[in-house]
């Protein structure tokens, strides 16, 4: 059996790894986009470094862009082969392809008359919204902790990570050359108590471990003490300075997360009496899909759910899917506070939302999660900056910049510790870091290694292992 990693290898997106059987099946594990690298980023996607046309299986870990956005792309180039998730991740990955497709049709079409004045030839979208939707009747769906039989040889088990709904493990059965081989994919690790879903759970023991480490040097704070801190910034952003509070977040999960917080102070009678938006079609639709599976919901949702029947909505609470609505916000002059993909800034409304807003003192931009260094999420924290670009402008920066790290979905490193101590590391032959930058990556092998993990490696894009 052989393992290539091509994306997220020393970074945090495009996550794909690429399994080759010693009989020939190829099994690809997430096929997710590169993304917040500028024009780079285009180029690193259409390169797939496999014929889409060869993979056999694609076993999907959740359904984050970064995970999953090249799937359609695959289906253009001609990948037939089967698409195997959990039901949740399915569902979503129905609204999120379909989204991330209509964001490439406009970025082409911007891109291409910025080509037109060059005199330079238009080219195609990577791929567009009808491959989004052919490419769902691929998909397979799977319980969660159901041993699924891909074929007489490969069989999967889903097992929750806790890290957005449908997140899983990928749990790998493998039979190679009379012998049965178990790797496991962790994909992204969410953290023990998730607001609403399903904290992490432990998976079967594995012979080879792939998993994440994008928070393999840091910790985060307490949940209530992040909370608190929400409570604070909307009082002084909306209150006291009588601003606007902009909320770069993910359309899935956290966006929820921070719905469900904001729900709950309402209902505490502590959330002052603001309008809050939540700008996002996707976020909309995957709100929906939310209330469509409570059996991903945690003890606590389901104590919530016995006396406030929709967790994610209140009076003062907003979803706006028009984008005149959406554009009505540049001149809503009282206080408030919107809720805006996406979470690193780089693309959708809320970079309009920032750039409208982030030259007046009054107002906040509030980050609350992870965002790669070369983002606009990134960059729009540096110390000390006075003015950023946005989409060409440049505009300085006035209003106060925040950031909440704790409504991260990703485990820190004692918490993804905590998860791998399921495992015997003493039958672990070989662990693989993947989804994180290299420094990071580095600090975080020590951490495994202080805990038993041994013949450790952290894989460049392109690189095969023979296991």
């Not at 076993?59 to 090249?70: E, N, P, R």
């Not at 471990?209 to 929400?230: F, M, Q, V």
């Amino acid at each position: 059996m052989k393992i290539k990693f091509i994306g997220a290898a020393r970074e945090v997106t495009g996550s794909k790894h690429l399994v080759t059987t010693n009989e020939g099946k190829r099994i690809l594990l997430d096929c997710g986009m590169f993304q917040g690298k500028g024009m780079e980023t285009d180029s690193m996607n259409r390169n797939l470094m496999f014929d889409p046309a060869t993979i056999d299986y694609l076993i999907l870990s959740h359904a984050h862009i970064d995970h999953s956005g090249l799937i359609p792309y695959m289906y253009k180039l001609g990948f037939r082969g089967s698409v195997i998730c959990t039901n949740a991740t399915r569902d979503l990955c129905a609204i999120m392809l379909a989204d991330s497709g209509h964001i490439q049709e406009l970025d082409n079409k911007w891109f291409n008359k910025k080509r037109d004045k060059q005199g330079l030839s238009p080219v195609e979208p990577i791929y567009d919204q009808e491959d989004a939707e052919k490419c769902l009747e691929l998909f397979i769906g799977v319980a969660f902790d159901r041993r699924f039989q891909i074929n007489d040889k490969i069989n999967v088990k889903f097992t929750n990570t806790g890290h957005m709904l449908g997140s899983a493990v990928v749990n790998l059965e493998l039979l190679e050359n009379g012998e049965k081989v178990h790797l496991a994919f962790t994909g992204d690790i969410g953290r023990p108590h998730n607001r609403i879903i399903h904290p992490p759970t432990a998976f079967p023991q594995c012979d080879y471990l792939i998993t994440e480490s994008t928070y393999g040097n840091r910790l985060h704070p307490a949940d209530k003490e992040s909370e608190e801190d929400l409570l604070k910034i909307v009082v002084e952003t909306c209150v006291d300075n009588g601003g606007k509070l902009i909320i770069p977040s993910f359309s899935i999960g956290r966006t929820q997360e921070i719905v469900f917080v904001l729900n709950d102070l309402f209902n505490q009678g502590r959330l002052p009496k603001i309008d809050v938006f939540v700008d996002s079609p996707l976020s909309v639709n995957a709100t929906e899909i939310f209330r469509m599976h409570p059996e991903c919901m945690n003890e606590e949702v389901k104590q919530v759910l016995k006396y406030d029947p929709d967790p994610f909505g209140f009076n003062s609470l907003h979803y706006i899917k028009n984008v005149d609505e959406s554009k009505a916000l540049n001149d809503y002059l009282k206080p408030c506070i919107i809720i805006s993909s996406s979470g690193m800034l780089e693309a959708g409304r809320v970079k309009h939302h920032v750039a409208n807003n982030i030259s007046n003192w009054r107002n906040t931009i509030l980050i609350v999660g992870y965002c790669s260094p070369t983002s606009l999420g990134a960059r729009i924290q540096e110390p000390g900056l006075r003015e950023i670009s946005i989409f060409g402008n440049y505009h300085p920066v006035l209003a106060k910049i925040a950031k909440i790290e704790a409504f991260s979905g990703h485990g820190d490193y004692n918490e993804m510790k905590a998860f791998l101590s399921c495992q015997d590391t003493k039958q672990i032959k070989k662990t693989f870091l993947v989804h994180g930058e290299y420094s990071v990556q580095q600090a975080y092998q020590t951490e495994l290694e202080k805990a038993g993990f041994h013949d450790i490696e952290i894989p460049i894009a392109g690189q095969e292992f023979v296991l």
